[in-house]
């Protein structure tokens, strides 16, 4: 979905192959949080794997990718329910009018005590219009469409089990990342809680990143550190929160491709447990 | 409607039936298929199988590695009762292939059909009530004892080798006809497998038996095995000799009680070989022992083996496997495996030779998985990892798989399930799927992905089940293949 200038395409593409072991999810809405299942409606699309009371969030997402001053990803996501189901709805920009593309991308899902899941689809247009031919006639913008799924189950009281299968089919263009498997675990008690993942691209079973982290909460805030493999490197992130406002932040630090900020804003509207529904 | 009015119109609508009639409706069999056909995915999120190995299933050793290998799922037809199924399927860039399947189990009649373009389960069975016993036509497998006569025996670096279960392998079935006398515990046997023809004669009681195969080959050279077998519930044996005087025995012995140890060994004459000679040689000498604790929430399991062909032709196994039950049926389990030296030795015609093959060597191994989930949500996760060096190092097979069977409403059923693999060549990476009527084991080559989808609902008095099926090689180009599956159970009084 990139073309462009050679050398920027050298540059962004070199960033992408190494971001492929990173995570096995996409990149449009991969706004900072801790792994595995999540409130925020943007990695509800993300990841599909809904957590949450029922209610409406609306996300600000943006993310500043590998220390590349003109390759960001703005993304605003909406999303929400009633009872178990849950809906989100997003729309995202990554790079430029040159390199880049938008995305549009939906989730839907349920929720429960013990379990949850969530079917999501995304689907990308280039920015730029492909070089064509001399001759030949304009070309359209390249589109392509993913799908993917998550679930999590419930192991005991304190601790949960996830999948995240993001990219189960795709068509056109290709997307971005080669998106695989990622399991993992998380568990905790009271403020604290850690976990465990796994995850690698489709065709690189056997160069599956392990991640490990663990976040403290208090009060209204919360901050987790997270590393991972392959190679090694470590993320730190905070959020806050405060009647109805929401902000967080999130550091990668690479050893070879240098820092990856995020950052969001999310407006809520949640329904506490003892709120009788309407 | 009488079982026989039953078969005859089934028959009818089941068109240009190729089959060939064969029998032995409780026999389990097998066959391979090659990688085109027909299959759905993955039961990954199927209730646990207790009778599943963790460290996951393959196919038998004289199969083709480089093929999916097809198994009869053990799924037992109540009496009275009979079955009908018509299978649609497609693959991207070939046609469209139809399968159908009739079962029949009557006090008086069994009758097991199938039919399909490049079915590898294609065939007939058929068993009857005759005057003074049961008989039995069409593709048999049978087996004395511990197989070493007549059936294929276990292989001592399968977990299921202590069992008395038969082994999958089906280098002992064949086109044949089966008499079981009523009153009397006599079997009469003539069956071809393989270009060998055989003809039996077994006295069977209810633990012990003892019978005479004589066996025919391609150079039309005549000779005679005769079996001794024992099978009660902590021990079984077999000892089998030829009339050139050459032996086999094998024998396990379990305790009932705790500490549950299980004892086996083998020993006998190199070239002894069973009524029908495996493609692969089966290992002259065996000394097994294992030993599991009682099941409680959290159980271990330790085997160890060792075998022995010929003199330079020897290998080795150890597992150990914990598993921990938690409250709501989950589960959790882990294993490790380590295997030496040889596991195949093939066999040439008219001769054997030490050929191995390069799955053989050193091999570490070691999986996790998780099975569990609130009723109506049950998930799967499972890890696994093999290698050529200690440590885990030198990968040869890594997989990494997930899936979920979920039922919003009673009778409705949607599952979904990925795995992500990279396997070295000649060592694929099995992937068990379930369908209706069989267990797939898919041989899984090279790095890339395999999903599946299935919606199974209720339809036209029986069961539909729809199977999305995408697979990404290493081209990274996905190649969708779906299953329509019908399958309807009645009573027939």
């Known amino acids: 979905m990139i073309r462009a200038r050679p050398s920027r395409i050298l540059v962004i593409a070199a960033a992408l192959?190494?971001?492929?072991?990173?995570?096995?999810?996409?990149?449009?809405?991969?706004?900072?949080?801790?792994?595995g299942p999540s409130v925020s409606p943007a990695l509800w699309i993300e990841r599909g794997l809904p957590d949450g009371d029922a209610g409406w969030?609306?996300?600000?997402?943006?993310?500043?990718?590998?220390?590349?001053?003109?390759?960001?990803?703005?993304?605003?996501?909406?999303?929400?329910?009633?009872?178990?189901?849950?809906?989100?709805?997003?729309?995202?920009?990554?790079?430029?009018?040159?390199?880049?593309?938008?995305?549009?991308?939906?989730?839907?899902?349920?929720?429960?005590?013990?379990?949850?899941?969530?079917?999501?689809a995304i689907a990308r247009r280039d920015r730029s219009i492909p070089v064509s031919e001399?001759?030949?006639?304009?070309?359209?913008?390249?589109?392509?469409?993913?799908?993917?799924?998550?679930f999590w189950s419930a192991i005991g009281s304190?601790?949960?089990?996830?999948?995240?299968?993001?990219?189960?089919?795709?068509?056109?263009?290709?997307?971005?990342?080669?998106?695989?498997?990622?399991?993992?675990?998380?568990?905790?008690?009271?403020?604290?809680?850690?976990?465990?993942?796994?995850?690698?691209?489709?065709?690189?079973?056997d160069q599956g990143e392990r991640t490990a982290g663990v976040e403290i909460a208090?009060?209204?805030?919360?901050?987790?550190?997270?590393?991972?493999?392959?190679?090694?490197?470590?993320?730190?992130?905070?959020?806050?929160?405060?009647?109805?406002?929401?902000?967080?932040?999130?550091?990668?630090e690479h050893p070879v491709l240098g820092e990856t900020l995020r950052l969001a804003l999310t407006l809520e509207r949640v329904r506490s447990a003892s709120e009788p529904e309407r | 409607m009488r079982p026989g009015t039953v078969v005859i119109i089934a028959s009818i609508v089941m068109g240009t039936m190729t089959a060939t009639i064969s029998a032995g409706a409780q026999a389990p069999r097998d066959s391979t298929a090659g990688a085109g056909a027909d299959s759905a995915g993955v039961d990954l999120a199927a209730p646990a199988d207790s009778d599943s190995t963790l460290e996951g299933e393959e196919p038998p050793d004289d199969a083709d590695p480089e093929r999916d290998y097809e198994i009869e799922r053990d799924d037992l037809l109540a009496k009275g009762s009979f079955e009908m199924g018509y299978a649609f399927s497609q693959r991207a860039g070939s046609?469209?292939?139809?399968?159908?399947?009739?079962?029949?189990?009557?006090?008086?009649?069994?009758?097991?059909?199938?039919?399909?373009?490049?079915?590898?389960?294609?065939?007939?069975?058929?068993?009857?009530?005759?005057?003074?016993?049961?008989?039995?036509?069409?593709?048999?497998?049978?087996?004395?004892?511990?197989?070493?006569?007549?059936?294929t025996p276990g292989d001592p670096w399968r977990s299921g080798f202590m069992g008395a279960a038969a082994a999958r392998s089906r280098a002992g079935a064949g086109d044949g006809v089966e008499y079981r006398a009523r009153d009397l515990p006599v079997d009469l046997l003539v069956q071809r497998v393989r270009r060998v023809a055989l003809g039996?004669?077994?006295?069977?009681?209810?633990?012990?038996?003892?019978?005479?195969?004589?066996?025919?080959?391609?150079?039309?050279?005549?000779?005679?095995?005769?079996?001794?077998?024992?099978?009660?519930?902590?021990?079984?044996?077999?000892?089998?000799?030829?009339?050139?005087?050459?032996?086999?025995?094998?024998g396990v012995f379990e305790t009932a009680s705790p500490p549950f140890v299980t004892l086996a060994g083998r020993l006998g004459h190199t070239a002894f070989d069973g009524a029908v000679p495996p493609r692969t040689l089966a290992p002259r000498s065996i000394v097994a022992t294992a030993w599991h604790s009682p099941p409680a929430p959290i159980s271990l399991a330790l085997a160890a083996s060792w075998w022995r062909f010929r003199t330079a032709a020897t290998g080795a196994r150890a597992a150990l496997e914990v598993r921990a039950d938690l409250p709501q049926h989950d589960r959790i389990a882990a294993g490790w495996e380590e295997r030496h030296g040889r596991r195949r030795v093939a066999r040439t015609p008219g001769s054997a030779c030490d050929c191995g093959s390069g799955a053989d060597g050193f091999r570490?191994?070691?999986?996790?998985?998780?099975?569990?989930?609130?009723?109506?949500?049950?998930?799967?996760?499972?890890?696994?990892?093999?290698?050529?060096?200690s440590g885990l190092r030198s990968v040869t097979r890594r997989a990494a798989s997930a899936g979920v069977t979920a039922t919003p409403v009673r009778g409705i059923e949607l599952g979904i399930a990925s795995t992500v693999y990279r396997s070295r060549s000649g060592e694929p990476q099995y992937l068990s799927e379930d369908e209706n009527d069989r267990r797939v084991l898919h041989a899984l080559a090279g790095a890339g992905r395999r999903s599946r989808m299935v919606l199974m609902f209720p339809a036209a008095g029986g069961r539909v089940r729809a199977t999305l099926v995408l697979t990404q090689a290493a081209d990274r180009v996905t190649m969708p293949q779906w299953t329509l599956d019908w399958t309807a159970r009645t009573r027939t009084r």
């Not at chain 1, 490197?233 to 902000?247: L, S, W």
């Open chain 2, 95 to 151: 046609s469209l292939r139809r399968r159908r399947l009739l079962r029949v189990r009557e006090p008086t009649l069994e009758a097991h059909v199938r039919d399909g373009q490049g079915d590898p389960l294609a065939g007939a069975e058929l068993g009857t009530r005759v005057r003074g016993g049961w008989l039995a036509t069409g593709r048999l497998a049978p087996r004395w004892g511990r197989g070493l006569v007549l059936g």
């Open chain 2, 200 to 250: 039996g004669f077994a006295v069977d009681g209810a633990h012990e038996g003892a019978g005479m195969v004589v066996r025919r080959d391609e150079s039309r050279a005549r000779s005679a095995l005769f079996s001794l077998w024992s099978l009660r519930p902590n021990t079984s044996g077999e000892l089998g000799a030829d009339s050139r005087g050459r032996w086999r025995g094998e």
């Open chain 1, 57 to 120: 969030r609306l996300d600000l997402v943006g993310i500043a990718w590998n220390g590349l001053e003109d390759f960001t990803t703005r993304s605003l996501a909406i999303g929400g329910g009633g009872g178990p189901l849950r809906l989100a709805i997003g729309v995202a920009s990554t790079g430029d009018a040159e390199i880049g593309w938008n995305s549009a991308a939906a989730a839907t899902g349920f929720i429960s005590p013990r379990c949850g899941g969530a079917l999501r």
């Open chain 1, 134 to 150: 001399p001759g030949a006639g304009i070309e359209s913008r390249p589109i392509g469409i993913e799908c993917g799924a998550g």
């Open chain 2, 364 to 389: 570490q191994g070691l999986w996790l998985e998780w099975r569990g989930g609130p009723p109506g949500f049950t998930t799967t996760a499972r890890q696994e990892i093999s290698g050529a060096r």
């Open chain 1, 158 to 205: 304190h601790s949960r089990l996830w999948a995240s299968l993001p990219a189960l089919y795709g068509a056109g263009e290709a997307a971005p990342l080669d998106r695989g498997l990622e399991t993992g675990i998380v568990g905790g008690a009271r403020d604290v809680s850690a976990w465990l993942a796994w995850s690698a691209p489709a065709h690189a079973a």
């Open chain 1, 218 to 252: 208090t009060g209204p805030a919360a901050i987790w550190v997270e590393a991972r493999d392959r190679p090694f490197r470590a993320a730190i992130g905070v959020h806050a929160h405060h009647r109805g406002f929401e902000v967080a932040a999130e550091v990668t």
């Open chain 1, 17 to 35: 192959a190494a971001m492929v072991h990173r995570r096995a999810c996409a990149q449009d809405f991969d706004g900072p949080d801790h792994a």
